[in-house]
């Protein structure tokens, strides 16, 4: 079955620099990746996705890139803020849009 | 809109015991789906509707059932909680098709003993 994973599991950066996790996924079929963002005690919040036709997208500090060959997607956050402290979670779907398999997060602490 | 809401919000178990966990949007999305949510491990898919009266499994199905009456409830029910089914709930809704946005509801956090 499809399987996504994702680094690193911790990232911790200086207030101003950026942020950059990576994850891979292993079914070609996959043709739409959504980044979640889970504030402490909430659910997750879509904050930026991406379809298989798009190699990058960007929306004000936060881009996404997709490498389809290599099964590679990449959240990046530029100018990272204290309120950017949260765990942010990649997934690969397909089947119409109602499959979504999640990476298991990774936790990152913006220090001021 | 009140978006994707769940009840409870906290429940303790004792092995064996049986309960329905609530889940509802009002925002007429087809698309509804159940996750739990563990350290380490992401949220991974335990039932899925396309719509009413329509479900099926997910990556972990085992000791949960579900059912789809409405467009607006999906129910998660375990039949008889283990400790193993100690986890954060949580239960999402979406339109139909690629690149519809899911919305996640608050979470139940459940703890069996």
């Known amino acids: 079955g499809e399987n996504v994973e994702q680094h690193p599991s911790t990232l911790s950066v200086q207030e101003g620099d950026s942020a950059v996790i990576k994850c891979t996924y292993s079914d070609s079929a996959s043709n739409y990746f959504p980044w979640y963002k889970q504030e402490l005690g909430k659910g997750p919040q879509l904050i930026i996705d991406?379809?298989?036709?798009?190699g990058e997208k960007k929306d004000q500090r936060i881009a996404v890139t997709l490498n389809k060959t290599a099964k590679h997607f990449s959240l990046h956050i530029t100018e990272t803020q204290p309120e950017d402290s949260a765990v942010y979670f990649c997934?690969?779907?397909?089947?119409?849009?109602?499959?979504?398999?999640f990476g298991a997060g990774t936790r990152l602490f913006v220090k001021a | 809109n009140a978006g994707v809401t769940q009840t409870p919000k906290f429940q303790v178990l004792k092995t064996g015991q049986s309960m329905t966990l609530q889940c509802a949007q009002d925002?007429?999305?087809?698309?509804m789906s159940w996750y739990r949510q563990d350290p380490g491990m992401g949220l991974r898919l335990i039932h899925y509707s396309v719509g009413a009266g329509i479900t099926d499994q997910g990556e972990v199905p085992n000791g949960y059932n579900v059912s789809r009456s409405t467009t607006e409830d999906f129910p998660l029910r375990l039949l008889s909680a283990a400790p193993s089914q100690t986890s954060v709930y949580f239960c999402?809704?979406?339109?139909?098709?690629?690149?519809?946005?899911?919305?996640f509801g608050p979470g139940t956090r459940l703890l069996v003993l």
């Open positions: 997934a690969a779907s397909w089947d119409g849009g109602f499959k979504t398999i």
């Open positions: 999402a809704s979406s339109g139909r098709g690629v690149g519809e946005t899911q919305y």
């Open positions: 925002m007429n999305h087809e698309y």
């Open positions: 991406i379809r298989s036709n798009v």
